[in-house]
């Protein structure tokens, strides 16, 4: 990262069409959905991949993307292979990039297999719960 990259952060968080990050909402407690853990990532392939390390279940999450004004909610199903896992690197940008050409869905813009990533400036790694 550059001096200014230190200095100020990703340029990327200055683009207010991407996320400033991304939280994965698990329930603290089975079938009550007011008390929660908070799982954060910059990137939701960093976010998906700390999920996966710390063995939680796609059937338990809620995925969002934030921005200064909203949130959005993902939809998991383009960040799961076919028997519902969560996918791994590069195949998850490649299953948000192609959702986001089909679709212009907002919050998946900016996911990239091959190129120019938006979000490579930013760090991968996930924290959590809180």
Request: glycine share 8%.
């Amino acid at each position: 990262m550059s001096i200014a990259g230190k200095l100020f952060g990703p340029r990327s968080k200055y683009d207010r069409s991407l996320p400033y990050t991304y939280v994965a909402r698990v329930p603290a407690i089975e079938g009550d959905d007011s008390l929660h853990n908070d799982y954060f990532a910059d990137t939701i392939c960093g976010l998906i991949e700390y999920l996966d390390e710390n063995d939680i279940a796609p059937e338990d999450v809620e995925i969002f993307g934030l921005y200064m004004e909203r949130e959005l909610p993902l939809d998991k199903q383009y960040c799961l292979d076919e028997e519902g896992r969560w996918l791994k690197r590069p195949n998850i940008c490649h299953s948000l990039e192609q959702h986001y050409k089909d679709s212009l869905e907002l919050q998946f813009k900016g996911h990239v297999e091959d190129g120019d990533c938006s979000y490579d400036d930013r760090e991968r790694a996930g924290s959590g719960p809180f």
